[in-house]
């Protein structure tokens, strides 16, 4: 079998150029939506501290 790839340097030890291009290319847009997929999970974690403030409040005054 004859080397089909040669010292021409056509392969790409790397991965795939193309695929590589496009992660590239797509810039910040990627950043903007998992910037906006954080939102709702900040608003989950303060939802949570406000319930464990209200609930720590109520067993203070429950004990008081």
């Known amino acids: 079998m004859a080397n ?3 010292p021409q340097g056509n ?7 193309q ?9 910040p847009q990627g ?3 998992a910037a906006a997929s954080s939102g709702p999970r900040i608003g ?12 720590a409040a109520v067993a203070w ?3 008081k």
């Open 4 to 6: 089909t790839q040669g």
């Open 11 to 17: 392969h790409d030890p790397a991965g795939n150029t």
């Open 19 to 27: 695929m590589f291009r496009a992660f590239v290319d797509e810039g």
């Open 31 to 33: 950043r903007q939506r």
């Open 44 to 55: 989950l974690i303060l939802g949570v501290v406000v319930a464990v403030a209200v609930v």
């Open 61 to 63: 005054l429950a004990l």
